[in-house]
T-cell receptor, first 120, second 114 residues
Framework: GAVVSQHPSRVICKSGTSVKIECRSLDFQATTMFWYRQFPKKSLMLMATSNEGSKATYEQGVEKDKFLINHASLTLSTLTVTSAHPEDSSFYIC????????????????FGPGTRLTVL | AQKITQTQPGMFVQEKEAVTLDCTYD???????LFWYKQPSSGEMIFLIYQGSYDEQNATEGRYSLNFQKARKSANLVISASQLGDSAMYFC???????????FGAGTRLFVKA
């Protein structure tokens, strides 16, 4: 149980285009999803926290108009990188928290496999 | 403010031996959770083990155990009988119970030698 998927796993796009990344919890309902960015050989940097049915909470320094987050259902959150530029190239990882899943801590986050974005 | 410190950027261990990855944390909260994740070269974050701040016993999951010393604010990961497949980046993380944010340490890269 507790599987999170992300799509696409890799994307290459031209500068100025927008890219949408999907994050799905496959076997549980995720009231909260998180979006992280990871630079090579670095730790995860939290970008925003997404709660189903409400606006995302962005971390300081993260442009909410640049990184649009939608958490439309209890199993799906999307991150759209708008007007992407080469400096947006990175590894983006989502995670989801589940509540009350038998045998698991209610505090545990489960991560998707990540999306590697390359902006040319 | 919460903080996670992993002071070992890289570690080497011989296959079949045990290894300890260090993690210290700082929080003013009484209720929190501590986690370890493994990130292989593929990039996915794999949940390994969890320790709640009120848990009196150290958590264990197969070959992974968490050496929790609350007074010293340390939560070291012990991997027994290392395998080549254990070579990866390991992150220690903390989350305040009931809160939404999980903060991560800088990570430790483990290399298992044959």
């Amino acid at each position: 149980g507790a599987v999170v998927s992300q799509h696409p796993s890799r994307v290459i796009c031209k500068s100025g285009t927008s890219v949408k990344i999907e994050c799905r919890s496959l076997d549980f309902q995720a009231t909260t999803m998180f979006w992280y960015r990871q630079f090579p050989k670095k730790s995860l940097m939290l970008m925003a926290t997404s709660n189903e049915g409400s606006k995302a909470t962005y971390e300081q320094g993260v442009e909410k108009d640049k990184f649009l987050i939608n958490h439309a259902s209890l199993t799906l959150s999307t991150l759209t990188v708008t007007s992407a530029h080469p400096e947006d190239s990175s590894f983006y990882i989502c995670s989801a928290s589940h509540w009350g899943l038998a045998g698991s801590s209610t505090d545990t986050q489960y991560f998707g496999p990540g999306t590697r974005l390359t902006v040319l | 403010a919460q903080k996670i410190t992993q002071t070992q950027p890289g570690m080497f261990v011989q296959e079949k031996e045990a290894v300890t990855l260090d993690c210290t944390y700082d929080t003013s909260d009484q209720s929190y959770g501590l986690f370890w994740y493994k990130q292989p070269s593929s990039g996915e974050m794999i949940f390994l083990i969890y320790q709640g701040s009120y848990d009196e016993q150290n958590a264990t999951e197969g070959r992974y155990s968490l050496n929790f010393q609350k007074a010293r604010k340390s939560a070291n990961l012990v991997i027994s009988a290392s395998q080549l497949g254990d070579s990866a980046m390991y992150f220690c993380a903390m989350r305040e119970t009931g809160g939404f944010k999980t903060i991560f340490g800088a990570g430790t890269r483990l290399f298992v030698k044959a």
